[in-house]
């Protein structure tokens, strides 16, 4: 079960944009949708992993194993090609 779903937020959300934009899901993004990282939340989950005391796999891990919705781009690829306005 997915973590919007237990307090209902995923209904209210898919309820609130299904008017405007038809059928709307959180997860429903197309590999092909073209869809990258909000610039500012992904700049404060990458300067979250690198705070001190985190591990340095636990920070690479984040990098190389997030995924855009492309599902082949990790973060650390994005961010050295297209991802310089994020840092």
């Excluded at 609130?16 to 590999?31: D, E, K, N, Q, R």
């Amino acid at each position: 079960e997915e973590v919007l779903d237990r307090r209902g937020h995923r209904a209210k959300y898919e309820a609130a944009l299904s008017p405007h934009f038809g059928s709307v899901t959180v997860w429903g993004w197309g590999a092909d949708s073209g869809l990258r990282p909000c610039p500012v939340y992904c700049r404060h989950c990458v300067l979250a992993s690198q705070k001190p005391g985190v591990p340095k796999e636990a920070a690479d891990s984040f990098l190389d194993e997030t995924l855009l919705a492309d599902r082949r781009t990790t973060l650390r690829q994005y961010l050295q090609a297209d991802g310089g306005h994020v840092m």
